[in-house]
């Protein structure tokens, strides 16, 4: 059976290096997915950090904190990162539980974005590795990415909780004869999509009466540098501009 490294193979990282995100089947074992799970069910009763995007998202951060045991896990996904980077190590930024309501409870699209601008990181490479909890059926909401959008740069920051953004407010008219057309996929329990922070990306409705769950650990190369731009994560840690991120909340993963 092949490591999860292994899985990122020469094609896939091509793939991913080219159109910005890349699918990664049968990333996690059954044994690390009920082990997920099982984090996952314990999740109001956990003091990390929580964000609720209007109707659309509820996001737990930084499980590997709390649970102690997701820290190998973390390693692992973190040196398939740095395979699709061509990196000898990465940083962790951090883990997140993704949560979209049922349709009874709201489960409403999420607005396309790019993950990039709202972070104070001074390269390109930021990524998110997204790991199906269970499996992510079309109907229930996996992300939607436009190929290529990432080699378009900044494209400015959009508020998760905000009105509905279409694609035509983010792009120039002349933008679309780089990227491709929309691409959305569904995921069985324990695949992976991976993407570029500076990937345009949404997802659809969840239209049905579970939860979408899905597990995102995301990472920058080992290199980037501080901006010293606001954000509540890096606030008032002692980080210093335009130095690395040297610090426990961070880890590199070689």
Known sequence: MSTPVELATDEVVAHYRREG?????????????TRLREV???????PNVVDRFAKRLVVTRNLWRTHPDLKPLVWTVGRVAARL????GVRLVDDVA?????RHDGGDPTIWHQDAPNFPFDRRGFLTVWIAVNDVSLDQ?????????HRLGLLGAVDGGGEEVGLEALLRPDDYAYIGNSLTTALSAGDASVHDGLMLHAAGPNLTDRPRL?????????????????????????????????HP???LIE
């Open 85 to 88: 980077l061509g990196q000898s």
């Open 214 to 246: 899905a597990w995102g650990v995301r990472f920058i190369p080992s290199a980037t540098l501080y901006t010293g731009g606001a954000h509540r994560a890096f606030d008032n840690l002692g980080l210093k501009p335009f130095e690395p991120f040297d």
């Open 249 to 251: 909340n961070f880890p």
């Open 98 to 102: 993704l949560v979209k309501p049922s």
């Open 21 to 33: 995100y890349a699918i990664i089947r049968g990333l996690l074992t059954d044994p690390e997915l």
């Open 141 to 149: 909401g996996p992300l939607t990415f436009v190929p290529r959008s």
């Open 40 to 46: 996952f069910g314990e999740l109001e009763t956990m």
